[in-house]
């Protein structure tokens, strides 16, 4: 119930999906949260919705376009403001496209880019002096199974993801000093609207070189984002978590 | 002498450090390449050296970041040597800024160059290679690609992008028998690296066990053995030439 208790986090595209479950698992264990996305009815919505059950104001929406120097700072603003400070950064955002190198186009692939990689390091650029104010911070970022193996296509995403998984290791080095940690997490296939995209036939291959035989629920990749949240992970920086139902393992 | 015989190779970032060191091996192992930077006189100069003893070499202007002059090299491959076989994907800038004292014009900029710079010139290879029945391309990242550091977050970025960028097209393009692999150079004495202090290096090299810089040759060599048949059931996969550093 406790685990979070105190501190204040900022997670992008929260209002569905994965983001969204991590900001109800997060509130459930005492954290004040603000929801950054593009979605803003949707956002509104999601946030309502987490302050009715907690029964207190633990719960905010902001307008946040990860590729937008200026919506970062505005977000953090936005923590530190209604909440006193921030604590962890979810960098949670992300697109998917399933473009192989050739028919990708140069607009396709810096959207994918701009979303998925700039968004990270932004989020981290902004966060960052926030986090030092408080001594501390942990962050997480969200990369995918996609940032550790190919596939026969998705060329943007994969690049954008790789470079998520060594930005993190990047971040986890510069800011061990600081007390900020930085760890990535990698999910399989998870269901969330972004792989709700993809068609049942492009989905049911990749479940079947699953081990577990299934896709996952954003809570599971939720719980993972808690523990490295949570200051039960205070060794764990610059390391790598998988949820994938065991596809990498084999 | 014969390991690329008849194969024609394009080489980004060729003008000088690993891109000339991979141009002047290829041509002694029998390739014909086509050298492409944006230091214009450079590359003319490093293909004339080349072309002394027969005429092997041809410069190009490219600015890996920009598709028409990636469509413009690869028809130069066809037009002055018959077809594209090998790709080098070389050209590449360093930055040792960490991540909030990056900006973000220095920022786009390395991305830009390192990573889009690399897709780019794949899509554009791709379809001159399938013509050939097949291909090898060669991407160059870096240790920085596979480890962390305290400074070069956008370097880190774009090299980690570089790697799993070149697992997604050895997947797609295996079964047109395009391979596609990733170097990773640890410290090696080129231009590239001459921003970082002396002092700097020397702390670097002490980590390395072999207790050395590695040399535009050392990395070419892997190169040339990614881009012959030597390596025809290798893709998809990583080699270090970092003296040992990342296995510490």
Not at chain 1, 30 to 57: F, H, M, P, Y
Not at chain 1, 192 to 212: G, K, N, Y
Not at chain 2, 180 to 208: L, W, Y
Request: charged share 20%; with cysteine.
């Amino acid at each position: 119930m406790d685990r979070l208790k105190g501190k204040v986090a900022l997670i992008s595209g929260g209002a569905r999906g994965q983001g969204a479950a991590e900001a109800r698992l997060f509130v459930g264990e005492g954290a004040r949260v603000v929801i950054g996305d593009v979605l803003d009815a949707e956002t509104a919505k999601t946030a309502d919705q987490i302050n009715s059950k907690a029964g207190t104001r633990a719960a905010m929406a902001v307008h946040l376009d990860v590729t937008r120097a200026a919506d970062w700072r505005a977000a953090v603003e936005t923590c530190t403001r209604e909440f006193g400070g921030l604590d962890i950064l979810v960098n949670n955002a992300g697109i998917a496209n399933s473009g192989g190198v050739e028919d990708t186009s140069e607009e396709e692939w810096d959207s994918v880019i701009n979303v998925n990689q700039k968004g990270v390091w932004l989020g981290m650029k902004f966060a960052v002096p926030a986090m030092r104010k408080r001594g501390g911070g942990s962050i997480v970022n969200i990369s995918s199974i996609y940032g550790i193996i190919g596939s026969g296509g998705s060329a943007a995403y994969h690049a954008s993801k790789g470079a998520v998984r060594l930005l993190t290791k990047s971040a986890a080095v510069q800011y061990a000093g600081d007390k900020i940690r930085v760890n990535s997490v990698h999910p399989g296939v998870i269901l969330t609207p972004m792989v709700e995209m993809a068609s049942r036939e492009q989905l049911q291959p990749v479940i079947d070189m699953a081990p577990m035989k299934r896709v996952a629920q954003p809570e599971e990749v939720g719980w993972c984002v808690v523990f490295l949240a949570s200051d039960e992970a205070s060794f764990v920086t610059g390391a790598e978590l998988v949820v994938d139902g065991g596809y990498t393992a084999v | 002498m014969d390991r690329l015989k008849g194969k024609v190779a394009l080489i980004s970032g060729g003008a000088r450090g690993q891109g000339a060191a991979e141009a002047r091996l290829f041509v002694q192992e029998g390739a014909s390449v086509v050298i492409g930077d944006v230091l214009d006189a450079e590359a003319a100069r490093t293909a004339a050296q080349i072309n002394a003893n027969r005429r092997a070499a041809a410069a190009v202007h490219l600015d890996v970041t920009r598709a028409a002059d990636w469509r413009a090299a690869v028809d130069a491959c066809g037009r002055e040597f018959g077809g594209l076989d090998i790709l080098v994907n070389n050209a590449g800038v360093f930055n040792t800024t960490g991540l909030e004292d990056t900006t973000e014009e220095l920022w786009d900029t390395i991305v830009n160059i390192n990573q889009k710079g690399v897709w780019l010139g794949m899509k554009f290879a791709v379809p001159a290679m399938r013509q050939r029945g097949g291909g090898s391309i060669i991407n160059i990242s870096s240790v920085a690609g596979l480890t962390g550091s305290t400074g070069s977050t956008a370097y880190h970025g774009t090299k980690g992008a570089v790697r799993l960028l070149t697992k997604a097209a050895a997947v797609q393009y295996g079964p047109e028998k395009i391979r596609v692999n990733s170097v990773h150079p640890g410290i090696i004495a080129t231009q590239m690296i001459d921003i970082i202090p002396k002092e700097q290096r020397e702390r670097f090299t002490s980590f390395v066990p072999l207790r050395r810089e590695g040399t535009a040759d050392d990395v070419a060599r892997m190169v040339l053995f990614l881009a012959s048949d030597d390596a025809s059931y290798v893709t998809g996969a990583e080699f270090v030439v970092d003296g040992g550093l990342t296995a510490t």
